[in-house]
């Protein structure tokens, strides 16, 4: 009888340790994002501050370094570009916390220190970039590259009607800003054109035959012609007209 108690009390004190032992990890965790934050952080608090709900997240290599592996969902802007950077960071909420990083750690805190002094309130660096973070074993989101688009096939989308050409990217801040402005378009004029998407950091040729210096850019084509440019953000009504 003795012995059975005992082993229950054994059995009993290893479950509560345990349970303490996990909560004590998971506190410690928890610890680790706050006390490092607004500064750079190691691989595992940018890891755990990336699932906190309204975290913005921003690549600032270049579009071709992008490409070659990044976090989902992440923005992208050129940190040795300093209008591209100047550019597109406009379009991230400062109110919001953002996780930046680069591949070694020195670009990204340098961008970094340049939000905090531009009025970016919470802002945390991946300390050792992405090559720290592969040294973990960590994952990063990779997207097999479509085809580049020809001109051949380019000019003859654009060749019969009304054509609105988008040239932007899914990683582009203000390209982003514009998704739910050209969606609106689409259902309020959608049988009166079409629209055509050139992709920044793919369609490299296209774009320097339209001349194209910055993401997002609109064109206007009706019958292979171009009557109308813009760009940068666009409103609706502005569009709307352009197409007519």
């Known amino acids: 009888m003795k012995m059975q108690i005992l082993s229950s009390l054994l059995l009993f004190a290893v479950i509560s340790c ?11 965790e928890t610890s680790e994002v706050v006390v490092q934050s607004g500064g750079s952080i190691t691989v595992k608090a940018f890891d755990l501050k990336m699932k906190l709900p309204g975290v913005q997240i921003l690549d600032v290599r270049t579009a071709g370094e ?12 050129n940190w040795l570009n300093e209008g591209e950077f100047a550019e597109r960071v406009q379009y991230i909420d400062k109110a ?15 961008a970094m220190n340049w939000m905090k002094q531009n009025g970016f309130q919470d802002v945390n660096n991946l300390k050792g970039g992405l090559s720290a973070w592969r040294m973990e074993g960590m ?20 060749k019969t009607g009304t054509i609105l050409v988008d040239i932007g990217a899914e990683w582009c801040p203000p390209c982003v800003k514009m998704e739910p402005v050209l969606q609106q378009l689409q259902k309020e004029k959608g049988a009166q054109f079409n629209l ?6 793919i369609d490299i040729t296209v774009m320097k035959e339209l001349r194209s210096e910055g993401l997002p850019t609109f064109i206007v084509f009706k019958n292979g012609k171009e009557v109308w440019r813009k760009q940068g953000l666009v409103d609706l009504p502005t569009l709307s007209k352009a197409i007519e």
């Open 196 to 201: 055509v998407k050139v992709d920044g950091g």
């Open 139 to 158: 994952p990063l989101e990779t997207k097999a590259a479509r085809a580049e688009i020809s001109i051949a096939a380019f000019k003859a989308s654009t």
């Open 96 to 110: 919001k916390p953002v996780l930046v990083y680069c591949a070694s750690g020195v670009r990204s805190e340098e």
């Open 66 to 77: 992008f490409q070659g592996g990044h976090f989902k969902n992440a923005l992208q802007a």
């Open 18 to 28: 345990n349970s303490t032992t996990s909560e004590n990890q998971v506190a410690a």
